[in-house]
């Protein structure tokens, strides 16, 4: 028999490959160990030629997927030339559906079709023949996912500690968004026994990471999620669960349980694509924006999880007026994460299969992302992109979390936003936080003067938590007349009397804001201090 390699060619380090630990296991099960190999994109393929190589392996199975799709292409024709006897083969979305010539041009020498741990019983056959069979596909026969054993063993739990555990407790979604494998008809949901899920949540639990459940819609059935949220209860996991939710699914059992959850234990993922009724009607996505609003609510309320929402730019029908409308509405919501993504039309979707129809132009490389549709340019799509760059800088990471909230209450997030994006002489790239702060200040003086100083109050109190040290930037700091060391010493006894266990050298290095707008009428001072590494507000009254 020859020696079966699984590579498994991930994104990045943090990530693992589900399918090739499914397809370990199932070999496992029928007596043959096969050595799964873990890689990523950030690596030379030349390094992993030569590990294939020096292993002396008969069979190489990859899965592709858009993003290591490219990868694998540029790699398999130099294996196939370097090691000219071993068998290739390959599964997973884009080799599926993709529409590329791996078994014509890039030397596969089997595409596999169907869930990965299927193919047990035909990888063993094919590593036992003595002679290669001409190119060809192989279809899986479709079984039920309880007959799939759990993927990873106490060594692999150990072995991916502090990275992305994937898991998943039912197949297939309920709902069909025409942008998704999982509308295809072929695909139907499924799911595991309670008792099956019980064991292998004892095990998850434990793990020292993110377990990111990659179940399509988590609470399609109440009766699971409950399971698994109640359990969570019983049993605190040492790490973080991460579960994607449709907020329509969410009852008032739900938040119930949602609001014993250790706190931290969860984070939540909630694809809204786009609030416009039209837009998600052309999509075939069922859903109540007014009613998925009130449960998004009332789950941030809760107050206990990371709360991650997501837009798609460029649905059909979708259009730079939806798009804004959209981001303003989500964006009021105040999730921790705003994730502004953009239509890939993959292959194998039904959108993929009416993209002429509906006029939509995609890149022909993985990840397939929309160039233009009828209601959206290229121009357009290239504006929001910059967007997408100022939101993750801005909003998601945290440079002005404070002076969004306050020119939100004036002005549009959108209208704010695209004011930026259309300057594209703009460093978008630049990380420097005293070079986006002096070009919002410049923006506020033109188009919202009377909000000068709130708004650079805001500035300064996001400022203080990434201080360096304890003065202002010059373009943000105080008028001469106000002395910030006289007032940090004359405000030193109450801080100790606030933060009785605060030390001299805490005491020395605290940042002191001092409000001159509203502010000034709900405190008279503030002091960010840094406790065991992290920022800390005293406020004074």
Known sequence: MKTIALAAVNASYSHSNLALFYLRRALREEGVEAELIDWNINRSPREL??????????????????????????????????????LLVIGGPEAVYGGNPWLRELGVDYLLTGAAEHFSEQLIRLSTEERRLAPQRIDAPRRSFVETPFPYSEQDLNQLEGRLLYYEASRGCIFRCAYCLSARADESFDRRRLDQVETELALLVRFRGTVKFVDRTFNADSE?????????????PVGCFHFELHPLLLRDQDFLLLSRLPAGSAQFEIG????????RRRIDRSGDWPREREAIRRLIDINRFHIHLDQI????????????R??????????D???LGFLKLLPGTPLWERREAEGL????????????SPDFSFLELQRFHRIETLIDLFYNKSYFPETLKTIAEAHDYSAFFSAFASQRELEFEARRWEYWAGIILDWVKAVLPEQGIEITDSLRLDWCPRAKALHYPSLIDYPEKIDLNRRKKEFAPLLKERFPEITPAEQKRAILFLPEGKRAADYRALFFLTVEGRPEKVVLY
Do not use: K
């Open 49 to 86: 030629i030569e590990r294939l190589s020096a292993g002396g392996f008969g069979l190489v199975a990859f899965s592709a997927y858009i993003w290591n799709s490219r990868y694998l292409q540029d790699l398999l024709p130099d294996l196939r030339a370097i090691l000219p006897e071993v």
């Open 272 to 279: 809204i694509q786009s609030t416009d009724h039209e837009v």
């Open 337 to 339: 994460h705003f994730q």
């Open 361 to 372: 132009v995609a890149g022909r490389e993985p990840p397939y992302e929309l160039l233009q």
């Open 313 to 324: 730019v460029g649905l059909p029908g979708d259009s730079p007026e939806t798009a804004s």
């Open 326 to 335: 959209s981001l303003d509405e989500i964006l009021a919501l105040q999730p």
């Open 224 to 236: 699971l999620s409950r399971f698994i949220w109640q359990y969570m209860i019983d049993h605190p």
